[in-house]
């Protein structure tokens, strides 16, 4: 039953207004043929209006409220709200209110894990880690093939590591680049990041803030791995 009204009421709103809206509400709810949903809605409204009869100002980042017949919770989000949302479900609608935590915790950073065989991108702000992607290169292990045979084979390892390299930093870019992520952590065991950072093949508009060294290069414990390093070289 739609009887959840979740209600975000953006920074700078005057008062007044939003009162207005509740009234309406309320008044147009006491239309709905269905007598517990009826009862339910009214209820809803008139503890929103109570609510907002009892303030004498909406807050300085907005105001969230979600109510039901069972009463109230107020939130002030931690950052400026700038959307009015008026939503009644089965359920409060948390997703806005979620989104303005996630963009009070700062800014994201960037972090590409790679070697030769395999490598991942995630990005983390704080401690949270999202990994983006993970996969393995399917380039050939070196071996002694001996005389021009090895010669040939090592030519043809090189151009296959420098394309997997390169696979990577276009990866990076786009996943980067489309959630307004500017600085990157590269990581890895051996001198595969460092290749990947020479190469220059990351997008201009990304900023390698940090090379550092790190066993894994999966995408649970690779992240983690490379967080913990950079972050214990910044103390």
Known sequence: ?????????????????????????????????????????????????VYLNGLRKIPTNGLVLFASSDGIEAIEPPVPCRTNIYRCGTGFDRGPLDALYDDAAGEKTGLILIDNNEAAIAWFRGSTISPLWHNFS?????????????RRFERGHAEQVKQ?????SDLASGFFLSLDITKVV?????????GL??????DYRLEVIAVVDCEYVDD??????????WKKAQI
């Open 186 to 194: 590269v990581g890895g065991p051996g001198f595969r990041k460092n």
């Open 220 to 229: 649970i414990a690779g992240p983690r791995e490379a967080l913990a390093r």
């Open 138 to 150: 399917g380039v050939m292990n070196k071996h002694d093939a001996g005389g021009q045979s090895q």
């Open 164 to 168: 997997w390299q390169r696979k990577v």
């Open 197 to 202: 950072v020479d190469d220059r093949k990351l």
């Open 1 to 49: 039953m739609t009887n959840h009204i979740s209600l975000y009421i953006s920074a700078g709103s005057d008062l007044q207004p939003i009162r207005n809206l509740a009234k309406r509400e309320l008044a147009g709810a006491r239309n709905v043929k269905s007598n517990w949903t009826r009862t339910e809605v009214t209820s809803a409204w008139r503890n929103i209006l």
